[in-house]
């Protein structure tokens, strides 16, 4: 007679492995569309010098002895408000005491817990400026890109670059296209024919990278976080955090003193006691328990808009 299976091996979780739903941080584009300005204050004034102030040709010829033309600029302020988003997870000492060795709690609250702020950085910037209704060009486009036949992504965005210029002075520097915008973009046959002229390859496959380089832009940002639509509870539903939208800017590639840029993510340095970290992550002793630790994560931002005319939004560009 032999032992069977299940005398001689308890099942047990592995050591070396798991799963967990996590996105990778490179999903979520939120602070990568707009420097991040570290600031000292939750709450402030950007100075706004007057665009056309800059604009217009005043000079005028000088005779001899005679006094220079004079003019001056304008200038305003506008004020931010860095709200802030906190979360924590509590873990018990007898959790602790009976996790076992592969299992860090620790470890994973602060890794949930980051995920849920990059998240909710996610969300915000698409209800603040990834909508109709913020940026002074909206435009659906007259025939949407997934139809191959009729549309022409490349000239529409032509001329969203052109808008901005010509208000401006400035040129589109960077582009956001939802996942299901750059799915059809990348299998546009516009644009799998300029690729092919313009790198020498047929059937490359296009990548951001590509597509920037064809469009003439520092980057293409393509958004691919997903979020769950459900409340807890509810039976589980997910969706792209983005619309099927794509949005031109141009932003300072450095923030700077009377520097144009579409927007800035403005983070209160004050959450990490002022190390200037975008995601706080703490750990304290729970108040009136038998030794529970609270793993909390917070940040404090304002998506803060300040050149309307510095973005041309696409709403809606594919079916």
């Avoid at 997870?89 to 609250?109: E, L, T, V, W, Y």
């Avoid at 960077?174 to 024919?193: E, M, Q, S």
């Amino acid at each position: 007679m032999q032992p069977t299976q299940s005398q001689v091996h308890v099942d047990r979780p592995l050591t070396n492995a798991s799963t967990a739903y996590m996105q990778s941080n490179d999903k979520f584009i939120a602070t990568r569309v707009a420097p991040i300005v570290p600031v000292d204050k939750q709450t402030d004034k950007i100075t706004v010098y007057n665009k056309n102030d800059f604009l217009r040709d005043e000079a005028q010829k000088r005779a001899d002895g005679a006094e220079s033309a004079g003019s001056g600029y304008g200038l305003n302020t506008t004020g931010y408000s860095c709200d802030v988003f906190a979360l924590h997870k509590d873990i018990g000492p007898q959790m602790r005491a009976n996790c076992d060795s592969h299992i860090d709690p620790d470890r994973d609250a602060t890794l949930w817990l980051t995920q849920r702020m990059l998240l909710r950085q996610e969300v915000q910037w698409v209800d603040d400026a990834f909508k109709t209704g913020v940026w002074a060009n909206d435009v659906t486009p007259t025939t949407l890109w997934s139809d191959y036949t009729g549309s022409d992504p490349i000239e529409d965005n032509e001329d969203g670059k052109e808008a901005i210029l010509k208000v401006t002075g400035q040129e589109a520097n960077k582009a956001v296209y939802g996942y299901k915008v750059f799915r059809k973009l990348k299998n546009h046959p516009d644009i799998l024919d300029r690729i092919k002229y313009t790198t020498g390859v047929t059937g490359r496959t296009v990548t951001p990278q590509l597509l920037a380089a064809m469009m003439d832009l520092d980057e293409v940002l393509i958004a691919k976080s997903i979020k769950a639509t459900n409340n807890e509870g509810e039976t589980a539903a997910y969706d792209f955090v983005h619309g099927k939208h794509g949005l031109l800017l141009h932003v300072a590639p450095n923030p700077g003193l009377l520097v144009p840029s579409a927007c800035y993510t403005l983070s209160w340095r004050e959450i990490s006691q002022g190390m200037g970290a975008d995601i706080a992550i703490t750990r304290e002793l729970v108040p009136l328990t038998n030794g529970a630790i609270r793993v909390e994560s917070q940040v404090a931002f304002d998506n803060k808009i300040l050149g309307t005319d510095l973005g041309y939004f696409f709403n809606g560009a594919v079916a």
